[in-house]
């Protein structure tokens, strides 16, 4: 019998409905048949859902997307796969995407670890970001956060040689966590001493911008495939 990992595990996340605005509802009826891909167990053929091909970077809860759509107007010679489980965040980069002409996007609503699992096949990414996931801050829930041995180890498998994961975060134990589990998978290397300098490409959310006023920290974290 086929062992699947994704079943019968710990959910990194909460299914939150949320009241969607009209022009996110706009959004999906107009942009989603074009942005978004449907979830399969199968393996996902990137040149053809982005029309070419090109380097392709994953991203893991993009949350309402203004990160993720900035980034990708920024490099517009690469691809992006955003991956995100609430509706709102999802109809919301897509009126970004509308709203700036963004072409080099593709959304996927479904879990992370299951399109890991499924739609993406070995050695098929460029990169890898995950930006301030939940950091489940309460010690008995821990064993939820995203960052953990065997998902990192999953991620791995599916980026090239050469390929990069970035993690950022605002919650220091996490951040101590998370240097800890990828410095312990032995594909990876720290582009760092321990703590990146945030790339250039990586923007400054509002959320952040106020945070750093008022003296609180962000590590990133940026990894190399070997």
């Not at 609430?86 to 996007?105: C, D, F, M, R, Y």
């Not at 390929?163 to 760092?192: K, R």
Request: proline share 6%; with cysteine.
């Amino acid at each position: 019998m086929f062992y699947d990992p994704t079943e019968r595990r710990i959910r990194s996340f909460v299914t939150r409905a949320g009241r969607l605005s009209t022009g996110q509802a706009r959004a999906i009826e107009e942009f989603g048949p074009r942005y978004c891909l449907p979830y399969v167990k199968a393996p996902l053929d990137i040149d053809a859902a982005f029309g070419r091909h090109a380097p392709t970077i994953l991203e893991i809860g993009f949350g309402m997307g203004d990160t993720t759509a900035k980034i990708a107007a920024g490099m517009p010679e690469k691809n992006f796969i955003g991956v995100e489980v609430h509706t709102p965040g999802v109809g919301s980069l897509l009126k970004l995407i509308g709203e700036h002409g963004l072409t080099n996007l593709r959304l996927i609503q479904h879990d992370a670890v299951e399109v890991a699992t499924h739609m993406l096949a070995p050695e098929s990414l460029d990169g890898v970001h995950v930006f301030f996931p939940d950091p489940w801050h309460k010690a008995r829930h821990n064993k939820r956060r995203l960052i953990q041995g065997p998902f990192v180890s999953l991620l791995v498998s599916r980026m090239k040689s050469g390929g990069y994961i970035h993690c950022a975060t605002d919650w220091q134990e996490y951040a101590e966590q998370m240097l800890a589990v990828l410095s312990a998978e032995p594909s990876l290397e720290n582009t760092a001493q321990d703590y990146a300098e945030r790339p250039h490409y990586r923007p400054v959310t509002k959320f952040e911008n106020r945070g750093l006023k008022l003296g609180h920290g962000v590590w990133d974290l940026v990894f190399r495939k070997r």
